[in-house]
């Protein structure tokens, strides 16, 4: 069994929770925690945006530290409280701020999407949009990140149109940025999915095929798997079956996205088609090793759709 990287959202709730401590002057939590989360930065999957959330919380940490190293040494009645002394680094270093509170509810929000409750992951992205302008114009990919981030909550509660409004600046944003193929594929693919909700089929095809071709151009078999399934799903929805089913076995031929957690889902959706094009024995022997495969994985949906 291959080992999984530990989700960067619940890296980010444990800085927030880091931040609570900082706030509130609470030392020997916090600094627990900052060693706990330090360990955990190799086990952590790759973004860019939290590690800069954690340079900056690092920051704050030592402003902590010096603030009170002075009182330490002070052995007199009248300290300043704890209010004054975070009053007192809030006004020097305002920007910083600002950029924390962005990121505090950026990854909040991001941790309320992993654990699926994707209201309240929408209501912490907008508390961070009110902090976007904190981020620089120029800086587009950290724009563009919060932009896809968005729309992938909106789409898990159906909200098509604000979802198709965020992944369009993020796909404008990425695609200019010829390093972040990958978040352009996955905006492509954004854009897909919802414009499917809203049946516009023909305009779901062309994004999934403007992402199966990056992905091709980039050798990125993960997405060109998912990409070969999406529109294998697109042409179900339309019972193409015959042009489905070519797809989902593309899909599945691809190991990488065999092993990934679509798998069971493109055999599934494979078999389905295959019944209805009257290949009923392949289809039954599929059923069977799908039914095991989304046994040993857990996946309950699956295990019933089975």
Not at 128 to 143: S, Y
Not at 237 to 262: G, T, V
Request: glycine share 4%.
């Amino acid at each position: 069994m291959k080992n999984k990287m530990l989700p960067s959202s619940e890296v980010g709730n444990k800085i927030n929770e880091w931040y609570g401590y900082i706030r509130t002057f609470s030392i020997p939590d916090a600094e627990v925690l900052k060693n706990e989360i330090k360990e955990q930065l190799d086990q952590m999957e790759e973004d860019q945006d939290l590690l800069l959330y954690y340079s900056l919380m690092e920051f704050r940490h030592r402003l902590m530290l010096e603030s009170l190293e002075p009182l330490e040494n002070m052995r007199i009645e009248q300290q300043p409280s704890l209010s004054d002394l975070l009053s007192d680094i809030e006004r020097k270093q305002v920007r910083i701020k600002g950029v924390l509170d962005y990121y505090y509810n950026f990854f909040r929000g991001q941790y309320e999407f992993y654990q699926k409750n994707y209201i309240e992951a929408i209501n912490c992205y907008k508390l961070a949009e009110l902090k976007l302008n904190v981020i620089p114009q120029d800086e587009k990919i950290e724009r563009a990140e919060f932009h896809y981030k968005v729309a992938a909550a909106y789409y898990r509660i159906k909200q098509n149109m604000f979802s198709l409004h965020h992944a369009e600046i993020a796909l404008n944003m990425f695609k200019k940025n010829e390093d972040y193929i990958t978040k352009t594929i996955s905006s492509e693919m954004m854009l897909g999915a919802n414009k499917l909700d809203l049946l516009r089929h023909d305009e779901a095809e062309e994004h999934y095929k403007n992402a199966l071709i990056s992905a091709e151009i980039a050798d990125d078999r993960l997405s060109i798997g998912l990409a070969c399934y999406n529109i294998g799903l697109s042409y179900a929805f339309q019972n193409k079956n015959q042009m489905a089913e070519e797809y989902f076995r593309k899909a599945l031929a691809i190991r990488e996205h065999y092993a990934s957690d679509k798998g069971v889902k493109t055999t599934f959706e494979l078999a389905f088609v295959l019944f209805k094009n009257e290949k009923t024995v392949e289809a039954q022997n599929l059923l069977d090793k799908g039914l095991k495969q989304a046994n040993k994985e857990g996946e309950e949906e699956y295990l019933a759709k089975f």
